[in-house]
């Protein structure tokens, strides 16, 4: 059997599972909203390298650059609606 590669307590909050399902289903839209993409997954918010207890969708970008349009760029916050309640994920990007 694999191992699962996640902490526990990702596998017991239900924010994270349902983020999983959010990124997977909103992933084609963001490829053609943001032409920077490579891959997105789940995990900590990093600030100054140190993890966070906030969720982030993680971005994987094939140019790491501040030189793309404002209408292209990921952005720092998105906004999901979680059992009817307005939660924030934070958009990060890794170059991949």
Do not use: C
């Amino acid at each position: 059997m694999k191992k699962n590669p996640f902490p526990k307590h990702f596998n017991k909050n239900p924010f994270f599972g349902f983020l999983i399902k959010y990124a997977s289903e909103n992933y084609e839209e963001w490829r053609t909203q943001f032409l920077n993409i490579s891959g997105v997954h789940i995990g900590r918010k990093k600030v100054n390298g140190i993890e966070t207890t906030r969720y982030a969708i993680i971005f994987h970008v094939i140019v790491k650059t501040d030189l793309i349009q404002a209408t292209e760029r990921i952005p720092k916050r998105i906004l999901v609606s979680y059992k009817g309640v307005e939660k924030s994920a934070y958009g990060h990007r890794v170059y991949w």
